[in-house]
Structure formats: structure tokens, C-alpha cells
């Protein structure tokens, strides 16, 4: 379990990272409740970004 938290973690970053988001900029995550998407969202916002994140109505919060 802890190594595909890591490689989940790797995956985001890798991901965000060569996209290049600059602060106040609006970014959607795809799949943002899965493992690669929720590490997303988080180091997203982090830069400043606003998040739209995207997931299945099963993964919504009531």
C-alpha cells in the first residue's frame, strides 16, 4: 500500500508539474478521487490554483 502511495505521489506531481500552474490560474482534475487525482488537487492548490475537481457521483460528498 505505501508504495503506490508513492508512485501515486510521483505520478501527480510529475503531472502537475509539467503542466505548469501558476497562481490564481483554474485547473479541472479528472478522477480527482482517486489516488493520482486526490494528490493533484492537493499540491494544486498549493501553488494557488483554483481546483475543479471531477469524479463519479458515487465519489461526491452529500
Not at 508513492?6 to 479528472?30: L, N
Not at 492548490?45 to 457521483?57: C, Q
Amino acid at each position: 500500500m505505501a508504495g503506490s502511495l508513492y508512485v501515486a505521489g510521483a505520478t501527480a506531481f510529475g503531472a502537475t508539474e509539467a503542466v505548469g500552474v501558476s497562481e490564481g490560474e483554474v485547473v479541472a482534475v479528472s478522477a480527482a478521487a482517486g489516488r493520482v487525482g486526490s494528490i493533484a488537487v492537493q499540491l494544486l492548490r498549493r501553488s494557488g490554483a483554483t481546483v475543479v475537481a471531477i469524479a463519479s457521483k458515487a465519489n461526491h460528498r452529500s
